[in-house]
């Protein structure tokens, strides 16, 4: 006699390709189940409380719902496969199109390496110097004190020079001074018709740094005197220039 469990279970066989069986066997383990066929009795159960609808009493299209219904979920699976097998594809051909762009740029840099000199066989231009000469630099600086030469400087040719090239030279006791001669004739006019007086700090404020820095070493060698009455300056040299 048949037992009631028997009698209340129904076989139903299913012809499965390989690949799709491997697919059900693979995600049946994902899902925790110990085989392919527990895992097709949940789809099938899934399947039928969710479609709210009694169950067909022809099998045969149930059988064919459930193997469209496996196959969709394992061609879902598969649509990723074949997604991310044209994604590196994609990235093969990229990467070769890069190599061949790197190989063509080394190529240029070495052309231009062969072509173009270096750097070190390259002329460099030379800026040429301008030296001043010792009038020029007289009529920039207007006076020149022996006393601030540096010692290297010939003194005797030194002065010589500016002498024969015009300028004033006055040969203190104390020191030579060399003295461009407008310079000198602007210290003369103001020395002997504008200071009215002998304080310093009013003479420099007349005469300016430069004029006052003259005039200090005029002073001191004696060259030149104040006379208080007359309120004027006057020189004691025996040739004023």
């Known amino acids: 006699m048949m037992s009631e469990n028997s009698r209340s279970v129904r076989e139903v066989k299913l012809n499965l390709p390989i690949d799709l069986y491997s697919e059900l066997e693979k995600l049946a ?3 925790g189940y110990s085989s392919v066929s527990e895992y097709i ?29 496996v196959q969709d979920e394992v061609n879902k699976r598969l649509a990723v496969i074949d997604t991310l097998r044209s994604q590196v594809a994609e990235l093969y051909e990229k990467l070769d199109v890069f190599e061949q762009k790197l190989n ?4 240029t840099i070495q052309k231009q390496k062969i072509e173009s000199p270096s750097e070190e066989t ?12 010792g009038i020029e630099r007289l009529r920039e600086e ?3 004190f022996e006393s601030k030469l540096p010692r290297k400087i010939q003194r005797d040719r030194l002065f010589a020079y500016f002498e024969r090239e015009g300028a004033i030279v006055l040969k203190l006791t ?3 001074i060399a003295i461009d001669p407008d310079f ?12 009215t007086t002998n304080v310093e700090d009013e ?39």
């Open 41 to 69: 009795m949940m789809i099938i159960a899934s399947f039928i409380a969710t479609s709210k609808k009694t169950l067909p009493e022809d099998l045969s299209r149930l059988k064919a719902r459930i193997e469209r219904y």
């Open 142 to 144: 207007k006076i020149v």
């Open 104 to 107: 063509e740029l080394e190529s």
């Open 174 to 176: 104390k020191e030579r």
């Open 203 to 241: 003479i420099k404020n007349i005469l300016g740094d430069k004029e006052f820095e003259l005039w200090k070493a005029l002073y001191s060698d004696n060259a030149i005197i104040y006379d208080p009455r007359a309120r004027r300056w006057k020189f004691i040299l025996d040739k004023v220039p």
């Open 29 to 31: 383990i994902e899902e």
């Open 122 to 133: 390259k002329e460099i231009p030379r800026v040429k110097k301008t030296y001043k000469t």
């Open 184 to 195: 000198w004739r602007e210290f003369k006019y103001k020395l002997l018709n504008e200071l």
